[in-house]
């Protein structure tokens, strides 16, 4: 019996996110070494599976260059133990994330991690234990500030596209589902004749939609910006409308795409449209490349997405 590989056939605009590919690739990886050690894989298979990890974890501090090294100095040793048992051992550590507060982990060498000693407690202190680990650092403007800038648009959107709705009262949710419940009933309390509530915060949809249903007004509207699996309950029995959120996987496929034409030296700046593959020409402002307008899920599609 010989090992089937499958990396080949897998591309990362088929995921809904990078760690979603990240993970599936180092399965791969593990079961093809793990076949490669057992003769029932060539080293052909196992240096494919191992390319197609080489553009992602570039993205990550972890396994890093010297694990990496590591496993190409056993691959290319033709060491199909040492290899597969440092697949399993890395991948390990990316599930349980034991990188993040064990730092043997980021060492080659076997015994490491396995020796009593690194069995006590990494507060104790424990040679690099200290190294500092920084996974996403985002620099971005606060929710509140996010918030006052989309309530500035609607207040300037209404008087002319929608000049006959009018904004009530605006409440906090404060990312917290049960706060937009609750403010959600207060709402419907205080202002009887209200026609529409829209939750900007993808936590806030669902819980002001449950608010609506449990009303039973079936003259209110629900919309906002929502997650489609929050979200799909609702708007498959009517309480929720629609709801407004990127499409990670067209996001996914154009970060690929631009990476990829950076990797090649393309410059991708200033106000030339930029060639984005299956999504077409992407608008390009400075340095900052347009993906267009968000993505509404509704009753018809939310059924197509898992997130």
Same mark, same amino acid.
């Given at each position: 019996?010989?090992?089937?590989?499958?990396?080949?056939?897998?591309?990362?605009?088929?995921?809904?996110?990078?760690?979603?590919?990240?993970?599936?690739?180092?399965? =791969?990886?593990?079961?093809?070494?793990?076949?490669?050690?057992?003769?029932?894989?060539?080293?052909?298979?196992?240096?494919?599976? $191992?390319?197609?990890?080489?553009? !992602?974890?570039?993205?990550?501090?972890?396994?890093?260059?010297? /694990?990496?090294?590591?496993?190409?100095? #056993?691959?290319?040793?033709? &060491?199909?133990?040492?290899?597969?048992?440092?697949?399993?051992?890395?991948?390990?550590?990316?599930? *349980?994330? =034991?990188?993040?507060?064990?730092?043997?982990?980021?060492?080659? %060498?076997?015994?490491?991690?396995?020796?009593?000693?690194?069995?006590?407690?990494?507060?104790?202190?424990?040679?690099?234990?200290?190294?500092?680990?920084?996974?996403?650092?985002? +620099?971005?403007?606060?929710?509140?500030?996010?918030?006052?800038? #989309? %309530?500035?648009?609607?207040?300037?959107?209404?008087?002319?596209?929608?000049?006959? /709705?009018?904004?009530?009262? !605006?409440?906090?949710?404060?990312? &917290?589902?049960?706060?937009?419940?609750?403010?959600?009933?207060? $709402? $419907?309390?205080?202002?009887?004749?209200?026609?529409?509530?829209?939750?900007?915060?993808?936590?806030?949809?669902?819980?002001?939609?449950?608010?609506?249903?449990?009303?039973?007004?079936?003259? +209110?509207?629900?919309?906002?910006?929502?997650?489609?699996?929050?979200?799909?309950?609702?708007?498959?029995?009517?309480?929720?409308?629609?709801?407004?959120?990127?499409?990670?996987?067209?996001?996914?496929?154009?970060?690929?795409?631009?990476?990829?034409?950076?990797?090649?030296?393309?410059?991708?700046?200033? *106000?030339?449209?930029?060639?984005?593959?299956? /999504?077409?020409? !992407?608008?390009?402002?400075?340095?900052?490349?347009?993906?267009?307008?968000?993505?509404?899920?509704?009753?018809?599609?939310?059924?197509?997405?898992?997130?």
């Amino acid at each position: 019996m010989t090992y089937s590989k499958t990396t080949s056939e897998q591309r990362i605009d088929h995921f809904f996110s990078m760690p979603s590919a990240r993970a599936d690739r180092w399965r =791969d990886l593990v079961g093809v070494a793990r076949a490669w050690s057992g003769g029932r894989a060539d080293r052909n298979a196992v240096e494919a599976a $191992l390319a197609e990890l080489g553009p !992602i974890e570039d993205f990550h501090a972890f396994p890093g260059a010297r /694990l990496m090294a590591g496993l190409r100095e #056993r691959l290319q040793g033709g &060491d199909a133990k040492g290899f597969a048992a440092l697949v399993r051992r890395v991948s390990a550590a990316i599930v *349980t994330r =034991d990188f993040k507060h064990d730092a043997a982990e980021w060492e080659t %060498i076997e015994q490491v991690a396995d020796s009593s000693a690194d069995s006590q407690p990494s507060a104790l202190g424990r040679g690099e234990a200290k190294r500092p680990y920084f996974e996403m650092l985002v +620099v971005a403007p606060g929710a509140k500030t996010h918030a006052a800038r #989309r %309530i500035a648009e609607m207040r300037k959107l209404l008087p002319t596209k929608y000049p006959n /709705l009018t904004i009530v009262d !605006i409440r906090p949710s404060d990312d &917290d589902r049960r706060k937009a419940f609750d403010e959600t009933q207060t $709402l $419907l309390r205080v202002h009887p004749k209200v026609k529409v509530v829209m939750a900007i915060a993808s936590p806030a949809v669902p819980g002001a939609a449950e608010a609506v249903k449990q009303s039973g007004r079936k003259d +209110v509207g629900v919309t906002g910006l929502g997650l489609p699996n929050a979200s799909k309950p609702y708007l498959l029995d009517g309480v929720l409308d629609s709801a407004v959120l990127w499409n990670t996987k067209d996001l996914g496929y154009l970060t690929v795409h631009v990476a990829t034409a950076l990797a090649k030296g393309t410059p991708v700046v200033g *106000t030339t449209p930029f060639s984005g593959g299956r /999504l077409g020409q !992407i608008e390009v402002r400075g340095d900052n490349v347009i993906l267009g307008t968000p993505f509404t899920f509704t009753k018809a599609n939310v059924g197509g997405f898992d997130f």
